[in-house]
């Protein structure tokens, strides 16, 4: 027994020397250690209620540090839906780089609004990429951006509030709110790309082509995944999707979703994926090792659009 856990001590102690020696600047185990923190501090996050309280608590006690520098933007704003006006709040994690201009990487952390009767969590949809945006900001924390500012952006209303389902005047409330914002106050034109990160940590996840995105974007995203050894994890899919960065993308701004859509057996009387908005996306269903390629992909990301 006790040789065993002297073995696995060691063996541990080696898989972590040699994830730092190949060069994972964001540890996919922390992305997954902060989903379950995430999900434990807040599980459901519809707009309105007390865990959507507490997922706002959760990511400003992330950025206590940000927030004391002037860093961190509380973006609060009410919206029209279908259940009446409600209060939705972004927050923008701001680190500032050495070169004009600003990357975005966002991802919603509410949870869907119907779905509350069943329910559901969202590991995989707004838990764990609101989670990689987190372990990104410390990353970003210790390791200033030398070239372009990274502005990690936590969105609200991504989803629909009523019933039918996310159609143009129900969903997408944040990411419009400050594309409207930030094309009135001249901060649009400073946004060198708009990432979005959705869905990222299905064990059998394979990041999809997506149809709106920026050609060059596309092209980047398959280097870095190049570049990272992450190859056979993109692109076996080609999809068009309407997420966070359709507003970005209406203002001209360079978008990318970096998404995989596929989440589970395909129900055709569903006409969706088993865990897609389903009780079933829950934490048992992501793995490490997706968590760790999209870290990787977000961060190798970062440094090519820096020298595009
Ligand atoms: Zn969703």
Request: charged fraction near 30%.
């Given at each position: 027994m006790n040789l065993l856990r002297t073995l696995a001590a060691a063996l541990a102690l080696t898989t972590t020397t040699l994830a730092s020696a190949q060069g994972h600047p964001v540890s996919g185990a922390k992305v997954m250690d902060l989903t379950k923190q995430y999900l434990a501090a807040a599980p459901h996050r519809a707009i309105g209620t007390p865990g959507h309280e507490a997922a706002e608590k959760f990511i400003r006690d992330h950025f206590a540090t940000e927030a004391s520098k002037g860093n961190l933007v509380v973006d609060k704003f009410t919206a029209h839906t279908p259940v009446g006006m409600q209060p939705m709040t972004n927050y923008i994690a701001k680190f500032p780089g050495k070169k004009d201009g600003v990357i975005v990487l966002a991802s919603h952390y509410e949870t869907n609004y119907p779905l509350q009767s069943i329910g559901f969590v969202g590991a995989n949809d707004g838990a764990c990429t609101t989670a990689l945006l987190i372990a990104l900001g410390d990353y970003y924390r210790t390791?200033?951006?030398?070239?372009y500012s990274v502005w990690l952006v936590f969105d609200d209303?991504?989803?629909?509030?009523?019933?039918?389902?996310?159609v143009p005047s129900d969903s997408l409330y944040g990411v419009r709110h400050l594309a409207a914002k930030w094309s009135g106050d001249g901060t649009?034109?400073?946004?060198?790309a708009f990432v979005v990160a959705d869905m990222l940590g299905w064990k059998s996840m394979n990041i999809d082509r997506e149809g709106n995105s920026t050609p060059w974007l596309l092209d980047l995203l398959a280097k870095a995944a190049k570049t990272t050894g992450h190859s056979s994890s993109v692109f076996a899919n080609e999809m068009t999707i309407e997420d966070d960065h359709i507003p970005f993308k209406q203002r001209g701004v360079p978008v990318l979703d970096v998404i995989c859509y596929e989440y589970g057996p395909y129900e055709q009387n569903r006409g969706d994926y088993a865990f897609h908005h389903t009780a079933k996306d829950t934490i048992d269903k992501l793995s490490v090792a997706s968590l760790q390629t999209s870290a990787d992909l977000f961060v190798e990301l970062v440094k090519l659009i820096d020298q595009h």
């Open positions: 390791h200033p951006p030398q070239g209303g991504e989803e629909a509030v009523g019933k039918e389902g996310m649009i034109g400073k946004i060198k």
